[in-house]
């Protein structure tokens, strides 16, 4: 393929990138890749989280899924704290009481986190108040369902308070959700990734388990997402599929184009979104009658990093030897 002249491919990147991504310098579209095929190993169980890095076709990272419960945000200016949704989690904020008595749980108005990566909409929402610039609890007890292992069965329950983010330290404290002993914690921020991870139930440790956020465009995992009733209702659903790293790429869906024809001219002219679960799960559907996933393989997407490159995916089958729980992709770049 032709690469294109070079005042062209200027005015093109100028217009495909979107304000959020970082200004990079302008580079040359590279010559249209080869169609790769990978399968993405998470078992029949969907055991493992899998993080892939598209412009090397590699896994860069791998961890199980029930490991960690909170992920603490580390971008500069961040406070978030997300739960695990790959384990169904969800939290109850019990408003302000002593910390450490026993919480009746009866009546709680339980939340989940949304699976679109809104900061905003996430449960534990803004857990404090500034106080002469510090980052102070509200005061607010928490009570937190730690969802369910593999086979379905429940973690159980924890109260925990969110004292305060400190020169880039979020202090923290759990303990049964009847009271007993008190475990006192930290996480400093890393500016190398996302998110800090934090296992209550690996024994109160921090756990690096997300790769560099420069080193990875998309994430292989169960996730809760909301789905809603013909009322309008929402109701939390446990999905398998594929969360976006927002910070690094945004996705287009195609139904239009066959495959093999999506090119980078039309990739071009595509709506991006940064929605974390612009991929997410409905690229397969499931048979009640066979009991068996279809993969929808005329279903594309297009994903655009902030260096200005683009991609094209789509799933080709969810199963190895039989064996669901093993996306088979097929990828190029434009």
């Given at each position: 393929m032709k690469r294109l002249p070079f005042p062209v491919l200027i005015l093109l990147l100028a217009f495909s990138l979107n304000s959020c991504f970082k200004k990079d310098s302008m580079v040359p579209v590279p010559e249209r890749g080869n169609v790769l095929v990978d399968t993405i190993t998470m078992t029949a169980s969907y055991k493992y989280q899998v993080y892939f890095r598209l412009d090397s076709g590699v896994v860069t990272?791998?961890?199980e899924r029930t490991k960690s419960d909170l992920g603490f945000d580390c971008s500069p200016n961040g406070y978030h704290i997300?739960?695990?949704?790959a384990d169904f989690m969800r939290?109850?904020?019990?408003g302000v009481r002593t910390f450490g008595g026993t919480i009746d749980t009866a009546g709680a108005k339980w939340k989940f986190d949304k699976s679109d990566g809104n900061l905003d909409s996430i449960a534990t929402g803004q857990w404090?108040?500034?106080v002469n610039g510090d980052t102070i609890s509200n005061g607010h007890v928490w009570a937190l369902d730690l969802g369910r292992d593999t086979a379905g069965l429940y973690f159980g329950l924890k109260q925990i308070i969110f004292d305060s983010l400190r020169h880039g330290i979020y202090y923290f404290r759990f303990s049964g959700i009847k009271g007993g002993s008190i475990t006192y914690a930290s996480v400093q921020k890393d500016a190398s990734v996302n998110y800090l991870f934090y296992g209550i139930r690996a024994g109160g440790?921090?756990?690096p388990l997300?790769?560099?956020?420069t080193q990875y465009d998309l994430l292989f995992t169960q996730y809760t997402t909301l789905l809603y009733t013909d009322e309008g209702a929402a109701y939390p659903y446990l999905v398998t599929g594929v969360l976006s790293n927002t910070n690094r790429v945004r996705v287009a869906a195609d139904t239009i184009h066959a495959f093999s024809t999506i090119d980078y001219s039309i990739a071009r002219n595509m709506n991006y979104t940064n929605a974390s679960d612009a991929i997410g799960y409905d690229w397969k559907v499931y048979n009640f009658t066979a009991d068996s996933y279809t993969v929808r393989t005329d279903l594309a997407y297009i994903i655009t990093n902030s260096q200005g490159y683009y991609y094209k995916l789509r799933f080709i089958s969810f199963y190895r030897a039989g064996v669901k729980g093993y996306p088979i992709i097929e990828t190029q770049r434009l």
């Open positions: 990272a791998t961890n997300i739960l695990n949704t939290i109850s904020d019990m404090f108040t500034v440790i921090v756990l997300e790769p560099l956020k």
